[in-house]
Antibody, heavy 119, light 110 residues
């Protein structure tokens, strides 16, 4: 079964850090672009970052550039999102998803992990 | 602020056809493929339409996508109660060098 499972969410104070993980199974992880998408409570979807199959291309939404880092580990079939200098506006459910190319549809999604930034 | 504009809501009675518009620009819809996602209440989004008008396996042919210039549309024919959800268009934006989602449309079955 093709599956993505996120973990690592939780409550963190403003200015703090958190690392999200996404474990992939049931497909050839190294052959897909991977992405993070977030959704603030009651709001719409926002793309956060994506990374090419080989990890050599990465793109970020402007609001997280310099604070978030996307990475992947093919040996562990895992995707990561290192989030530093967190702000209240980063509070959201974070989903990981896979795609065939950078502009392709995200055909597999995880269930999401909640990140709350609050003092 | 999203660069892809959708109407906030759409509705119809069972069996009717509903169309959702998605307005963008030359840097996103005008030069890249459009994808549509369905998000049922309390669940993760699901890919509904890819490559402007293709349906993934398992998506009923009641759902259709089209694109013209810098706008795209999602059509739902034979509306059913289980179609009540939020729908988002999305595309890569060459100017922003990022993926952008539409503002989202909530579909209600009356």
């Amino acid at each position: 079964e093709v599956q993505l499972v996120e973990s690592g969410g939780g409550l963190v104070q403003p200015g703090g850090s958190l690392r999200l993980s996404c474990a992939a199974s049931g497909f050839t992880f190294s052959s897909y672009w991977m992405t993070w998408v977030r959704q603030a409570p009651g709001k719409g979807l926002e793309w956060v970052a994506n990374i090419k199959e080989d990890g050599n291309e990465k793109y970020y939404v402007g609001s997280v550039k310099g604070r978030f880092t996307i990475s992947r580990d093919h040996a562990k079939n895992s995707l990561y999102l290192q989030m530093n200098s967190l702000r209240a506006e980063d509070t959201a459910v974070y989903y990981c998803a896979s795609a065939d190319c950078y502009s392709c549809g995200f055909d597999t999604w995880g269930q999401g992990t909640m990140v709350t930034v609050s003092s | 602020q999203s660069v892809l504009n959708q109407p906030p809501s759409a509705s119809g009675t069972p069996g009717q056809r509903v169309t959702i518009s998605c307005s963008g620009s030359s840097s996103n819809i005008g030069s890249n493929i459009v994808n549509w996602y369905q998000q049922l209440p309390g669940t993760a989004p699901k890919l509904l339409i890819y490559n402007d008008n293709q349906r993934p396996s398992g998506v009923p042919d009641r759902f259709s996508g089209s694109k013209s210039g810098t706008s795209a549309s999602l059509g739902i024919s034979g509306l059913q109660s289980e179609d009540e959800a939020d729908y988002y268009c999305a595309a890569w934006d060459d100017r922003l060098k990022g993926y952008v989602f539409g503002t989202g449309t909530k579909v209600t079955v009356l």
